[in-house]
C-alpha cells in the first residue's frame, strides 16, 4: 500500500491536471462560440445562393458549365481538413484514416503520382509528408485564422487546374458541424460540382447552444419546437420564374458555380474549426470528469490510510501503556 506521502504527491498532481483540463475546455467553449457566430454569419448568404441556384433548376433551364461537367479521371487531388494542435479525442485520427483510405483507393486505380493532397491543418500535413504523399502546399494558418480570401485563393487554384485538365476531380474530407455533440465525417466531391447533390444536402446545425450531452440536447430540441412560434420574417422570399438573364443563362451560371465552389471551400473550413473546438471540449470535459472520480478514489484512500495509521499509533500506546 502506497505511504500517505505518495497519496498526497498524486492528489497534489492530479488536482493540477484537473485545472489545466478544466482551463482548457473553457477556452475550447469560448472559441467554439466564435466559430458558431462565423457560421451564423455566412448562413444567409449560403442561402440566398442556394435559392438562386434552385430557382434556376426549377425552372428547367439546360445550362452546362465546365464546373460541373465529368470526365474521365486520371489526376484527383485531396483537400483534407484538420487541427494544428492535439488533445481533441479522435478528431485528427478519424480525419488522418480516412485520407490514408481514399489515398489507397486512388492509388492502387490511378497511380500515387496522380493522388494530390492540399492538408488544412499541420496534423494532416506532418502525417501526410511522413507517409510520403504528394503535398502540394502547406495551408496551416487557415485553420488559426480562417478567412474568405484565402479560401477563394484555393478555390481558384483548384478551378484553373480543373478548367486547364491538371487535375480531373477534387475530394474534400472534412467533419460537418451538427452541433456541439455531434460532428459528422464527412467525404464528398468538390470538382465538378454535382449541384443536385449539393442543394439537397443535410443544413440542419444547432448553433446556439455548447451542449454536449446528446439527450439535453433532444429535450431542448423538442421544447423550442413546442414554444417557438412559426416565423416567416427571415424565410426567402420567392424569386420570379419568369427569369431575363443577362447576357445569357449560361454567363450567368458561370459566375456563379464559382461563387458556389468558394462558399462549399470556406463552409467546410468553418465546419471543421468549429467541430475541432467541440471536439476538443469535449475531450476536456471527459478528462475533468475522470479527475474529479479519481480525486474522490484518492481521497478515500488517503483517508482510510490516515485512519487506519492514528488506529495503529492508538494500538501501539495502549499496549505500552498495559505493559508499563
Same mark, same amino acid.
Given at each position: 500500500? #502506497?505511504?500517505?506521502?505518495e497519496i498526497k504527491?498524486?492528489? &497534489?498532481?492530479?488536482?493540477?491536471?484537473?485545472? @489545466?483540463?478544466?482551463?482548457?475546455?473553457?477556452?475550447?467553449? %469560448?472559441?467554439?462560440?466564435?466559430? !458558431?457566430?462565423?457560421?451564423?454569419?455566412?448562413? #444567409?448568404?449560403?442561402?440566398?445562393?442556394?435559392?438562386?441556384?434552385?430557382?434556376? /433548376?426549377?425552372?428547367?433551364?439546360?445550362?452546362?458549365?465546365?464546373?460541373?461537367?465529368?470526365?474521365?479521371?486520371?489526376?484527383?487531388?485531396?483537400?483534407?481538413?484538420? %487541427?494544428?494542435?492535439?488533445?481533441?479525442?479522435?478528431?485528427?485520427?478519424?480525419? @488522418?484514416?480516412?485520407? $490514408?483510405?481514399?489515398?489507397?483507393?486512388?492509388?492502387?486505380?490511378?497511380?500515387? =503520382?496522380?493522388?494530390?493532397?492540399? #492538408?488544412?491543418?499541420?496534423? *494532416?500535413?506532418?502525417?501526410?509528408?511522413?507517409?510520403?504523399?504528394?503535398?502540394?502546399?502547406?495551408?496551416?494558418?487557415?485553420?488559426?485564422?480562417?478567412?474568405?480570401?484565402?479560401? @477563394?485563393?484555393?478555390?481558384?487554384?483548384?478551378?484553373?487546374?480543373?478548367?486547364?485538365?491538371?487535375?480531373?476531380? *477534387?475530394?474534400?474530407?472534412?467533419?460537418?458541424?451538427?452541433?456541439?455533440?455531434?460532428?459528422?465525417l464527412t467525404h464528398?466531391?468538390?470538382?465538378?460540382?454535382?449541384?443536385?447533390?449539393?442543394? !439537397?444536402?443535410?443544413?440542419?446545425?444547432? /448553433?446556439?447552444?455548447?451542449?454536449?450531452?446528446? !439527450?439535453?440536447? =433532444?429535450?431542448?430540441?423538442?421544447?423550442?419546437?413546442?414554444?417557438?412560434?412559426?416565423?416567416?420574417?427571415?424565410?426567402? &422570399? #420567392?424569386?420570379?420564374?419568369?427569369?431575363?438573364?443577362?447576357?445569357?443563362?449560361?454567363?450567368? /451560371?458561370?459566375?456563379?458555380?464559382?461563387?458556389?465552389?468558394?462558399? $462549399?471551400?470556406?463552409?467546410?473550413?468553418?465546419?471543421?474549426?468549429?467541430?475541432?473546438?467541440?471536439?476538443?471540449?469535449?475531450? $476536456? !470535459?471527459?478528462?475533468? =470528469?475522470? &479527475? =474529479?472520480?479519481?480525486?474522490?478514489?484518492?481521497?478515500?484512500?488517503?483517508?482510510?490510510?490516515?485512519?487506519? &495509521?492514528?488506529?495503529?499509533? /492508538?494500538?501501539?500506546?495502549?499496549?505500552?501503556?498495559?505493559?508499563?
Amino acid at each position: 500500500m #502506497p505511504s500517505l506521502k505518495e497519496i498526497k504527491g498524486r492528489i &497534489a498532481s492530479v488536482n493540477s491536471t484537473r485545472k @489545466i483540463t478544466s482551463a482548457m475546455k473553457m477556452v475550447a467553449s %469560448s472559441k467554439l462560440h466564435h466559430a !458558431q457566430v462565423a457560421i451564423q454569419n455566412m448562413l #444567409p448568404y449560403e442561402t440566398m445562393l442556394e435559392h438562386i441556384l434552385k430557382s434556376f /433548376l426549377a425552372a428547367e433551364i439546360e445550362a452546362k458549365t465546365i464546373y460541373d461537367q465529368e470526365r474521365p479521371i486520371k489526376r484527383v487531388a485531396l483537400v483534407v481538413f484538420s %487541427s494544428n494542435s492535439s488533445l481533441c479525442g479522435g478528431f485528427n485520427a478519424n480525419i @488522418i484514416k480516412v485520407m $490514408m483510405k481514399a489515398e489507397e483507393a486512388l492509388s492502387n486505380e490511378l497511380g500515387k =503520382d496522380n493522388v494530390e493532397i492540399y #492538408p488544412v491543418g499541420r496534423k *494532416v500535413a506532418e502525417k501526410a509528408r511522413k507517409l510520403g504523399y504528394n503535398v502540394k502546399c502547406d495551408l496551416a494558418d487557415l485553420v488559426d485564422h480562417p478567412n474568405v480570401k484565402q479560401c @477563394i485563393d484555393l478555390a481558384m487554384e483548384l478551378g484553373e487546374r480543373f478548367a486547364n485538365g491538371e487535375i480531373d476531380k *477534387v475530394e474534400l474530407i472534412y467533419h460537418h458541424f451538427k452541433s456541439a455533440g455531434s460532428q459528422i465525417l464527412t467525404h464528398k466531391t468538390f470538382l465538378p460540382i454535382d449541384i443536385e447533390t449539393e442543394l !439537397q444536402r443535410d443544413h440542419e446545425r444547432d /448553433l446556439t447552444s455548447n451542449v454536449v450531452t446528446q !439527450q439535453i440536447q =433532444d429535450y431542448l430540441k423538442k421544447k423550442s419546437r413546442i414554444k417557438r412560434p412559426v416565423s416567416r420574417e427571415n424565410e426567402v &422570399a #420567392p424569386l420570379n420564374d419568369n427569369f431575363i438573364v443577362e447576357p445569357d443563362v449560361n454567363t450567368v /451560371l458561370s459566375q456563379l458555380i464559382p461563387k458556389m465552389a468558394h462558399l $462549399m471551400l470556406y463552409t467546410a473550413l468553418l465546419d471543421s474549426v468549429a467541430s475541432e473546438h467541440a471536439a476538443r471540449m469535449v475531450a $476536456m !470535459q471527459t478528462a475533468t =470528469d475522470n &479527475a =474529479d472520480e479519481l480525486l474522490r478514489e484518492l481521497n478515500l484512500q488517503y483517508n482510510k490510510s490516515r485512519q487506519q &495509521a492514528i488506529t495503529s499509533e /492508538l494500538l501501539d500506546i495502549v499496549g505500552g501503556s498495559i505493559n508499563n
